[in-house]
């Protein structure tokens, strides 16, 4: 809880110390995604990386980056039912460099997707006591990702679950 609200704190006061550099975002999405698949295998879920078809690179904080990609796939592998899926994409639209991390876990209910960014937001504060976190990742993902002139959105079903697409 103190390091999220330290790490807000900078981002709110424009003191985010972004070190920009030249980074392959396939190859960050990767390892992040080699590093989660032990919490994904004992929770029982299938992670699946699917990287995209030439070297995307961007101008970034690669740290900063593989946070906000941690955070998203952290919720994706805890919010998802044993044997679901977890499927993370990685390419290019355009101009745009995309992260999109999808799962077939509970999803969120329509009412509740324009407060998910908000800072404490918790959809279901009874399954979040029992879950743990403390409803910063989400806030800390989109302020990182605006920090690299970037933006972040979410689409879910209830019941289906959620797709995050970070550009």
């Known amino acids: 809880l103190v390091r999220d609200l330290l790490v807000l704190s900078q981002l709110d006061h424009a003191n985010t110390g972004l070190k920009h550099v030249e980074l392959d975002i396939s190859e960050l ?7 989660m698949r032990i919490e994904a295998k004992n929770r ?8 995209g078809s030439s070297t995307e690179t961007i101008m970034a904080d690669p740290d900063r980056i593989r946070q906000v990609i941690v955070n998203i796939l952290s919720n994706a592998i805890k919010y998802t039912p044993a044997h679901g899926n977890v499927t993370v994409l990685c390419g290019q639209q ?26 404490f937001y918790r959809v279901d504060k009874a399954r979040s006591r029992e879950m743990g976190g403390t409803g910063l990742g989400l806030a800390i ?9 970037g933006s972040i959105a979410i689409d879910s079903e209830y019941g289906k679950g959620t797709t995050v697409t970070i550009y």
């Open 44 to 51: 029982q879920l299938t992670l699946t990386y699917v990287p």
């Open 141 to 149: 993902a989109k302020e990182m990702v605006e920090a690299h002139n």
């Open 29 to 35: 999405v990767s390892d992040t995604v080699n590093t």
């Open 94 to 119: 355009k101009n745009n460099v995309y992260v999109q991390i999808s799962d077939t876990g509970i999803g969120i209910p329509e009412k509740d997707l324009p407060m998910l960014f908000e800072r």
